[in-house]
């Protein structure tokens, strides 16, 4: 078995070199979409994003980076990629998982990052949570004439396009990040001491700043719902200090709300962050909405760490800590009992 295994392998990368020299030798024969075609009938019929084409082609061998609009290969480049994608045939759900993986922890994204860093400079709020597509005022206008992008009719908190790619590519991977909860303290007596329509301006206001400083620092924005924000800090995007800048962006969130202000805050608010491993990707039905979210057991810690936080504090677990390298010295350490934790949680506390 292990003499038959060795054996497939020597096969296999003798393929990789075979079609690695032949895209040297292109004479600009055969197009990338000739490629896709051959992908496509080994992956179960889905779409295959450019970025994601080197993983066919087993990426951590070869290096090239494919541009769809450049003819790259002579036609027996497709017999190889052939025999190459016989030898170990990627399945649909595979190929999902791989493609979540490098979108949220690498930097093979740059246009996607760099048309992040442009929408955020555009005025406008609400915005779409995953590319920072403004939905209103003068920077709607522009994402829609020129890139298309407008609210979703199904998704509101996404844009058409970005929905569609959720819908898409349902699905997603197990990562290392941080996250940011920010939670409104007392908002059943801020709700009754004032009349639904001024209760309503006040959460939006909290809405904008918050996301306004998640945005600023790379965060994908989680959840928008109820007296609760989240943010979504992944290497892919906020780099390998994501516990640093979640951190850094909580600490900003305070003090944009007002709680280094000598007369208090105008809304009153618990920030936690946590690090950790937890599944982030495209969740829905084939019918119905798709939505890009985070699940697991870290994302309840960072959602508990909140609710657990007085008035302008921040909550910082252990391994957000220890991944930010932000020093200990002279901040308040308190032991939590969190509900459903059979252990007890160590955190710091970071006061406004």
């Known amino acids: 078995m292990d003499q038959q295994v060795e054996q497939a392998n020597t096969r296999q990368h003798m393929h990789l070199r075979e079609f690695s020299d032949l ?3 292109s004479k600009e024969d055969c197009a990338y979409r000739d490629l896709i075609d051959v992908a496509r009938e080994k992956t179960d019929g889905v779409t295959v994003p450019t970025p994601l084409f080197t993983i066919l082609c087993k990426g951590n061998i070869i290096k090239r980076q494919w541009n769809i609009h450049s003819p790259i290969c002579n036609p027996d480049a497709k017999i190889t990629l ?6 170990e045939k990627p399945t649909k759900d595979a190929m999902v998982e791989e493609f979540w993986r490098l979108y949220l922890t690498t930097g093979k994204f740059e246009k996607e990052r760099r048309q992040r860093h442009f929408f955020r400079l555009l005025p406008g709020t609400p915005r779409c949570k995953n590319c920072y597509a403004p939905f209103q005022g003068a920077g709607s206008i522009v994402v829609k004439t020129f890139y298309g992008k407008q609210p979703s009719r199904l998704n509101p908190q996404l844009c058409n396009v970005c929905e569609k790619f959720a819908h898409q590519y349902q699905g997603g991977a197990e990562i290392e990040l941080s996250m940011l909860f920010a939670d409104v303290r007392g908002s059943t007596t801020l709700a009754e001491a004032m009349n639904p329509t ?3 301006q006040l959460i939006n206001r909290f809405y904008s700043t918050a996301t306004q400083v998640m945005v600023n620092s790379d965060a994908l924005i989680d959840k928008i719902i109820g007296d609760q924000v989240a943010g979504m800090y992944v290497p892919g995007f906020a780099g390998k200090e994501h516990a640093r ?6 600490q900003e969130i305070l ?3 007002g709680h280094n202000n000598p007369k208090g805050p105008w809304i009153p608010l618990g ?6 491993t937890a599944f ?3 969740l829905g039905s084939e019918q119905g909405t798709t939505d890009i979210t985070v699940l697991g057991d870290a994302a309840n810690i960072a959602a508990r760490l909140s609710t657990n936080a007085g008035i302008g504090e921040i909550l910082i677990s252990e391994p957000a800590f220890s991944s930010a390298g932000i020093e200990l010295d002279d901040l308040e350490k308190r032991v939590l009992e969190l ?3 059979s252990e007890p949680l160590n955190v710091w506390v970071i006061p406004s």
């Open 23 to 25: 895209i040297s030798q």
């Open 82 to 87: 052939r025999r190459l994608m016989m030898a």
């Open 198 to 200: 001024e209760y309503s």
């Open 245 to 250: 800048r979640a951190i850094e962006a909580a």
């Open 255 to 257: 003090q944009a709300t």
């Open 271 to 276: 920030v936690g962050v946590h690090t950790g």
């Open 280 to 282: 982030v990707g495209s």
């Open 339 to 341: 509900k459903g934790k």
